[in-house]
Nanobody, 115 residues
Framework: QVQLEESGGGLAQPGGSLRLSCAASGFTFSNYAISWARQAPGKGLEWVSGIWSDGSDTYYAESVKGRFTISRDNAKNTVYLQMNSLKPEDTAVYYC????????WGQGTQVTVSS
């Protein structure tokens, strides 16, 4: 079965950094694009970042461009989101998903940015 597991969330101060990981199993990871999305309290899902299957292309929401970096290690079936210069408005639950069939999501990892 397809499984995605996010990790690396936690508490950071404004201006700090966190690195999120998404470990995948149950499918051929290297064949598919992966995206990160987030959901702030009381809000809908917001697309954050995505990466092509071979890592040759990436994209970012305007709100995180220049601060976040997405990458993947296909040998480890893992995608990463390096988050720098964090702001309080980055507080959300972060989810990874694969662009496969109906789409598959993990359980999410909480990121809280507060002084």
């Amino acid at each position: 079965q397809v499984q995605l597991e996010e990790s690396g969330g936690g508490l950071a101060q404004p201006g700090g950094s966190l690195r999120l990981s998404c470990a995948a199993s149950g499918f051929t990871f290297s064949n598919y694009a992966i995206s990160w999305a987030r959901q702030a309290p009381g809000k809908g899902l917001e697309w954050v970042s995505g990466i092509w299957s071979d890592g040759s292309d990436t994209y970012y929401a305007e709100s995180v461009k220049g601060r976040f970096t997405i990458s993947r290690d296909n040998a480890k079936n893992t995608v990463y989101l390096q988050m720098n210069s964090l702001k309080p408005e980055d507080t959300a639950v972060y989810y990874c998903n694969i662009h496969y069939g109906p789409g598959y999501w993990g359980q999410g990892t909480q990121v809280t940015v507060s002084s």
